[in-house]
């Protein structure tokens, strides 16, 4: 049997855990053609669930369901590539009649596709090699608009356009998203200052636009129940407090929880018991794993960011960040310094901030520094 505890991606209704409640509330709110802000911190799940959500009969055959993941964009250049090539990858399967509606949508791109053996379209265009974004990002809505079916646009890590160096990317999408009555969409993202600043503030061209959606931990006893099930299904037996006490190390995040289950499922043989007593080894070998990259990180980190970001980690969360008793106990400069320091963590992801308390994001890492005498928590 497979391993039931998927660590890549979305693998279907039968290994999603959860998460009835979003689901209904999405598809309802898709249904009756509301713009929706997902927001939750990375690794919850979010980018499973607009997956799960899209997985059924009434979404494959009533919609053209789009989702991509712009976190690596730097510019609008990359937005408008990688946002083509997930509409086009998306309609290739439908057949030639769906795609060739958006090639012809696209014509100033129309040279540049290319086509394998089979007269199969790919979108071959590197990045930065659009040579008019603006213009292509205008035929991509244009297609969204005239497609020959309501379509859903679901934009991953959509906070990333605040950085690009264009400075009006996020009222020029705000217009395209108003102008388009064919199509809705999901903004989704993991930084949440990032995201609640972009639809919650007045000045801001997205204010009172979308549902803001905000994603909770998936419930101990739903998890539990999953974990259980998932053991029998596979000849096992799992103590119900290893998912207790993986729930409270990792404080229910998604990710970390099932990167654990993934390895304790295959360790444990058919007609055994798991217990919680194996969890220490399984994490063990998970942060060993990953401990090069670890090293190259606080290597590459600039001084004043490696030094506050230790000072995070040590105290596990911190709300008065600016605080003169958090800056003295750690031997930090000042609270100027402690604010760039800040804004370069939370801006490369290792930092995240929740209502005004900050914490690591990859609760590995931490463990990774605990194990290196780097930090003391006790």
């Known amino acids: 049997m497979k391993n039931p505890f998927v660590t890549n991606g979305y693998a279907g209704n039968e290994y999603f855990c959860d998460r009835v409640a979003e689901t209904a509330d999405l ?34 055959n009533d919609f053209h369901c789009f989702v991509v993941d712009i976190y690596a964009s ?22 030639k009649a769906v795609w060739e509606k958006f090639l012809s949508a696209v014509s100033s791109l129309r040279p540049e596709i290319s086509f394998d053996i089979n007269g199969q379209p790919s979108w071959s265009i590197g990045i930065g090699e659009l040579r008019n974004p603006v213009a292509t990002l205008d035929e991509i809505f244009s297609y969204l608009q005239n497609a020959d079916k309501p379509c859903i646009l679901a934009i ?25 009555t064919n199509a809705h969409f999901i903004f989704s993202g993991s930084q949440r200052h990032l995201m609640t600043g972009m639809f ?27 974990t259980v099930e998932k053991f029998e299904q596979g000849g096992k037996k799992v103590a119900k407090d290893v998912v207790s006490v993986l729930y409270e190390r ?18 444990t043989e058919a007609g055994c018991m798991c217990e919680s007593g194996d969890i220490d080894n399984a994490v063990d ?33 911190v709300s008065q960040i600016m605080g003169g008793k958090f800056i003295k106990k750690h031997s930090l400069l ?3 310094s402690v604010s760039s320091a800040l804004k370069g963590l939370l801006d490369k992801d290792f930092v995240t901030e929740d209502k005004g308390t900050y914490s690591l994001y990859d609760k590995f890492f931490v463990l990774w520094l605990e194990k290196r005498g780097l930090i003391d928590r006790d």
Do not use: W
Request: glycine content about 4%.
């Open 334 to 336: 000042s609270s100027s």
């Open 250 to 267: 990792f404080d229910g995040v998604t990710s970390y929880i099932h990167r654990v289950l993934n390895i304790l499922y295959s360790r």
């Open 156 to 180: 991953d890590e959509f906070q990333q356009i605040t950085k690009y160096p264009e400075t009006t990317v996020e009222a020029t999408i705000r217009t395209y998203v108003q102008k388009t």
């Open 27 to 60: 598809r309802q709110l898709l249904r009756n053609e509301n713009n929706i802000a997902l927001i939750s911190p990375r690794r919850l799940g979010k980018t499973e669930l607009i997956n799960h959500v899209f997985d059924c009969d009434e979404f494959r």
């Open 200 to 226: 919650t503030s007045p000045s801001r061209p997205f204010y009172q636009s979308v549902t803001i959606i905000n994603l909770q931990p998936i419930p101990l006893d739903k998890y539990t129940g999953f």
């Open 74 to 95: 730097k510019s609008l250049n990359d937005l408008v590539n990688l946002l083509g090539k997930a509409v086009l990858d998306t309609l290739r399967p439908k057949g």
């Open 285 to 317: 070998f998970l942060v060993r794993m990953s401990s090069d990259s670890y090293e190259s990180l606080l290597y590459q980190m600039p001084l004043k960011q490696r030094d506050l970001l230790l000072a995070i980690a040590s105290e596990g969360k």
